[in-house]
């Protein structure tokens, strides 16, 4: 079973949709949790962390569910702009920064 | 104004040679990292160093060799290239070497074993 598991997208959508992405954790160890947005051929960056508390930056919200270990990220009133691949990452306790990454989910938003 | 950086971009080169990627922060901070990113986009963490003392080292072949010479840059060199090592590989950087902090990604450098 792979450590973060990821929904396999892609996800087609129109402008002003809203989208959701899923995502499963198996170390429960796990004690940090961010998603990362990648565009086609470049770096990953860092689009939020995830807090249990839930957390909303503008359009996006994430959420994190420990005793399930899923965490979830809503993107609203998507743009031409968000088509990118999103990673789900977990770092895990310790002193290590050791950040463990999903496979990705591509979204691509149409006219 | 570049924040991690990596020379080179590109990289072609034939079987069984040996090549090096040079990866430098501007950030100030303590703890780099290699990463790895295969053919099916999956990026894996290699290697850690934090303030040139190596943390993290992942199963990876002693054919690759980390090197920090100072806090600022983290090296990696590749011997006897093999075609499974073609992939994209990124370098990062964190303030500390903590699990809270965030990591800045270099672009990238591609690199194409024939």
């Known amino acids: 079973r792979k450590e973060v598991e990821q929904d396999p997208g892609p996800f087609n959508v129109p402008e002003g949709a809203t989208v959701a992405f899923n995502c499963t954790y198996s170390?429960?160890?796990?004690?940090?949790f961010f998603w990362y947005r990648q565009d086609c051929r470049k770096e990953p960056k860092l689009l939020m962390s995830?807090?249990?508390s839930g957390n909303e930056d503008g359009r996006f919200t994430a959420q994190l569910n420990r005793a399930s270990q899923y965490i979830s990220l809503l993107i609203r009133d998507s743009k031409l702009s968000d088509s990118a691949t999103y990673l789900c990452v977990v770092s895990l306790s310790g002193g290590y920064n050791k950040l463990i990454f999903g496979a990705g989910t591509r979204l691509a938003v149409h006219p | 104004d570049t924040a991690v950086s990596q020379t080179p971009k590109y990289l072609v080169t034939q079987m069984g040679n040996d090549k090096s990627i040079k990866c430098e922060q501007n950030?100030?901070?303590?703890?780099m990292y290699w990463y790895k990113q295969d053919s099916k986009k999956f990026l894996k963490i290699m290697f850690s160093?934090?303030?040139?003392?190596?943390?993290i080292n992942e199963t990876v072949p002693n054919r690759f060799s980390p090197k920090s010479p100072d806090k600022a840059h983290l090296n990696l060199h590749i011997n006897s290239l093999e075609l499974g090592d073609s992939a994209v590989y990124f370098c990062?950087?964190?303030?500390?070497?903590?699990?809270?902090?965030?990591?800045?990604f270099g672009p990238g450098t591609r690199l194409l074993v024939l």
């Open positions: 990062a950087s964190s303030l500390q070497r903590t699990f809270q902090e965030t990591q800045y």
């Open positions: 995830v807090y249990s």
């Open positions: 160093y934090n303030n040139k003392e190596l943390i």
């Open positions: 170390n429960s160890a796990s004690q940090s």
């Open positions: 950030l100030g901070h303590d703890t």
